[in-house]
T-cell receptor
């Protein structure tokens, strides 16, 4: 099973770019990489998903190197409202090779004024 | 449209009692997931339903946990003979198709076992 490792916490300031890296050395061929954001007392919310190279949407970018053993979530110009826990999810149930979706322990991002 | 809903939002029970947690997924979503999140911890996958296929129960922590999904829609997670270590937030999510489709999470049910 693909296990993920993320930094426990990070601090940043408003307006800065934040990069959070997730390691997933045992990622399988069929696995996608998905990042979720969670605010206190709420369920996680989808941010971005990718399989390889780079993906960008209106809120973030996701960088995945060729070996896919890690991925980096990039949040441009963070604001105080980006203070949350960010989870990296690796898995795929369609292929039948994995029975569990593995969320990382999450990275607590604190954005300061 | 309506998102994923869960009930109750909070449940306090005594050790040894059985509890039922309910999840109403987004209409039309074929996949449904249950997770558990202990205080300050990450998400622990419990079980996954996809269409009419038999669910994968390998994530359930013990045989006191069971889940069913009726008619491919509403799901119930049942915990029998609750223990204090079962205290956590139980989150349900649904997705249009199976993984890796985007999962939409409900607000969770906070279970406290006294």
């Amino acid at each position: 099973l693909a296990k993920t490792t993320q930094p426990v916490s990070m601090d940043s300031y408003e307006g800065q770019e934040v990069n959070i890296t997730c390691s997933h050395n045992n990622i399988a061929t069929n696995d996608y990489i998905t990042w979720y954001q969670q605010f206190p007392s709420q369920g996680p919310r989808f941010i971005i998903q990718g399989y390889k190279t780079k993906v960008t949407n209106e809120v973030a970018s996701l960088f995945i190197p060729a070996d896919r053993k890690s991925s980096t979530l990039s949040l441009p110009r963070v604001s105080l409202s980006d203070t949350a826990v960010y989870y990296c999810l690796v898995g795929d149930l369609l292929g039948g090779g994995y029975n569990k979706l593995i969320f990382g322990a999450g990275t607590r991002l604190a954005v300061h004024p | 449209g309506a998102g994923v809903s869960q009930s109750p939002s909070n449940k306090v029970t005594e050790k040894g009692k059985d509890v039922e947690l309910r999840c109403d997924p987004i209409s039309g979503h074929t996949a449904l997931y249950w997770y558990r999140q202990s205080l300050g911890q990450g998400l622990e996958f419990l079980i996954y339903f996809q269409g009419n296929s038999a669910p994968d129960k390998s994530g359930l922590p013990s045989d006191r946990f069971s889940a069913e999904r009726t008619g491919g829609s509403v799901s119930t997670l049942t915990i029998q003979r609750t223990q204090q270590e079962d205290s956590a937030v139980y989150l349900c999510a649904s997705s249009l198709g199976g993984a890796p489709d985007t999962q939409y999470f409900g607000p969770g049910t906070r279970l406290t076992v006294l």
